[in-house]
């Protein structure tokens, strides 16, 4: 089965988890910017990081027949930080123009400040600006209210529901984002968001459109595997074999392909090096 992965953060993950992914069925992914875990210091550690996103974990991905992709923005988490805030904000236009950039994102509630507020209203706009779609990520604490006011913000924003995926949904939420209109994303985390059979759940009770299932697998304790099982589960629960790949696959290549960015054949691993030494060591 085909399996596209639509929110995983590969900057935090060995080239283990690539081979694994690849070995599950993964060949397309997309990885949000979002926030590493050590509080950054500077605009300049974000210039950094989006390049190796629209760079460096392409090329990762690609030695495994993995096409990378990536969205971009100033994550909510550290959308409260004055001291880089507005600089970081402003080297976003030069990356949503590059290719393999799928759309804007992560954006949207960490806290449910006024500072987030300001920041996710200011992504809309740049998402209309540049013709992408967003990824938009909810608040663990206060999830129901803060997946309210992110629609909200949303319609303000003039922005088509279909153009944006909510995030990080749990059974208070998913039924009030589907019925709005919107993509409802689950990621399926140990301990701290969804499991597979959660999932099955609420998938037999809202059905498969506009559903999108991924593994958020970043520097804590995560599973790069889970859409795989999930799909699993999903098949085991009596869900066709078309209806699972329609979620782990058509879905999100028909959300994120509104980009009109999405490039599904990645380059062989011969044609990568390019006559440089990024490959170290001998070839066996």
Same mark, same amino acid.
């Given at each position: 089965m085909r399996i596209f992965e639509p929110h995983i953060h590969m900057t935090s993950r060995t080239t283990d988890d690539y081979e694994a992914m690849a070995a599950s069925g993964v060949t397309a992914l997309v990885e949000p910017a979002f926030w590493l875990g050590q509080p950054r210091s500077g605009a300049g550690s974000f210039v950094d990081y989006f390049n190796a996103l629209i760079g460096w974990e392409r090329y990762r991905a690609a030695q495994f027949g993995i096409a990378h992709h990536c969205t971009i923005a100033l994550n909510p988490k550290e959308a409260n930080d004055p001291s880089f805030r507005a600089e970081v904000m402003d080297l976003l236009p030069r990356y949503l123009a590059k290719d393999g950039v799928v759309g804007v994102g992560e954006t949207g509630y960490d806290s449910i400040t006024p500072a987030e507020d300001e920041l996710l209203a200011r992504h809309l706009e740049l998402a209309l600006e540049?013709?992408? &779609?967003?990824?938009?990520?909810? &608040?663990?604490?206060?999830?129901?209210? !803060?997946?309210?006011?992110?629609?909200?913000?949303?319609?303000?924003? !003039?922005? /088509?529901?279909?153009?944006?995926? #909510?995030?990080?949904?749990?059974?208070?939420? /998913?039924?009030?984002?589907?019925?709005? !209109?919107?993509? /409802?994303?689950?990621? #399926?985390?140990?301990?701290?968001?969804m499991d597979e059979r959660r999932m099955v759940l609420v998938a037999k009770e809202l059905g498969l459109a506009r559903i999108i299932v991924n593994s958020a697998a970043d520097w804590g304790r995560s599973d790069p595997l889970k859409v795989a099982k999930t799909a699993q589960a999903l098949l085991a629960a009596g869900f066709s074999h078309a209806e699972v790949e329609g979620v782990v696959w058509g879905n999100p290549v028909e959300f994120f392909g509104q980009s009109d960015r999405l490039d599904l054949t990645p380059p062989l691993r011969d044609d990568l090096s390019q006559g440089n030494s990024i490959l170290r060591g001998e070839r066996s």
């Open positions: 540049f013709d992408l &779609p967003v990824l938009v990520h909810t &608040p663990h604490r206060d999830k129901l209210a !803060g997946t309210r006011r992110t629609l909200d913000v949303v319609k303000e924003s !003039g922005l /088509a529901p279909e153009r944006v995926l #909510i995030d990080h949904n749990n059974e208070l939420t /998913a039924r009030l984002v589907v019925e709005n !209109g919107f993509w /409802a994303g689950f990621s #399926i985390y140990p301990d701290t968001k």
